[in-house]
């Protein structure tokens, strides 16, 4: 049984969080979180971190963190990749389609996802990555669900560079995802290692998102604002 982990980067925003937010629970909106201690060496604010994410879970189900190890000028990069790559013609986007050679990796247009089967599906288009494995991986080989090798599009400006911070972000967002299950296993009383084995291969998948301008009239089911299941162990948003 492996681990599954969402990353999603939607284009229309990034967070950047003042790192002086209180970290207080309000019942009124989900609480923010400053991860440091986990990184550091005082065991009673580690305490209060595993308190804390234990009463998020618990009472919202969802948490924002701060203060964690991913860089910001990383995420800027990535956004700003994001952006090159949706604005790519679609005839060129579609050569890179998520259906074409399996894995689960690539583009998907406008309106494919429609979970509530209530209208034409979300006004959204996405690419699918994940961790770039060979052809000769063992998962690879034995076509475990979303191990497989990314597609980079060479008609992007800079494809290389591409790669690099796609790849970059993967790694160390899956880490803190491997990071955040230690934290939740003290949560259960759990040994912090308990889901370790979890992480070998997860399913991670990096989705990148573009929203475009949307007409007033578009409806809610259009806008994907419904709940709808998450089908990952951790979702980062």
């Known amino acids: 049984m492996k681990l599954s982990i969402g990353l999603k980067i939607a284009i229309y925003q990034i967070h950047l969080h003042n790192p002086q937010h209180s970290n207080k629970m309000q019942s009124e909106q ?32 969802f948490f924002q963190l701060i203060n964690h190890d991913v860089p910001v ?5 990535v956004i700003d990749k994001c952006k090159e790559l949706f604005k790519l013609p679609l005839e060129i986007k579609e050569k890179y389609a998520k259906d074409i050679g399996g894995y689960n990796r690539g583009y998907e247009c406008l309106r494919s996802q429609n979970f509530e089967k ?12 994940g961790k770039d494995l060979s ?8 076509k475990r669900f979303g191990q497989g090798p990314n597609k980079y599009p060479a008609e992007l400006r800079d494809p290389k560079e591409f790669q690099r911070v796609m790849d970059e972000y993967h790694e160390v967002m899956t880490k803190l995802a491997k990071n955040l299950l230690q934290v939740l296993a003290c949560t259960l009383n759990l040994p912090t290692n308990y889901f370790d084995d979890f992480c070998d291969h997860p399913v991670a998948a990096l989705r990148l998102l573009h929203y475009p301008p949307q007409d007033p009239a578009t409806t809610e089911v259009e806008k994907g604002k419904l709940l709808y299941p998450r089908p990952y162990g951790l979702n980062f948003d």
Request: hydrophobic share 30%; proline share 5%.
């Open 30 to 61: 989900p609480p923010v979180i400053d991860f440091s201690p986990f990184y550091g060496s005082n065991e009673s604010k580690r305490v209060l971190l595993i308190d804390q994410i234990r009463q998020a879970c618990e009472r919202f189900g």
């Open 73 to 77: 000028e990383l995420q800027h990069q």
């Open 118 to 129: 209530q209208g034409k599906g979300d006004f959204k288009e996405g690419y699918y990555m």
């Open 135 to 142: 052809l000769d991986d063992q998962y690879v080989i034995d």
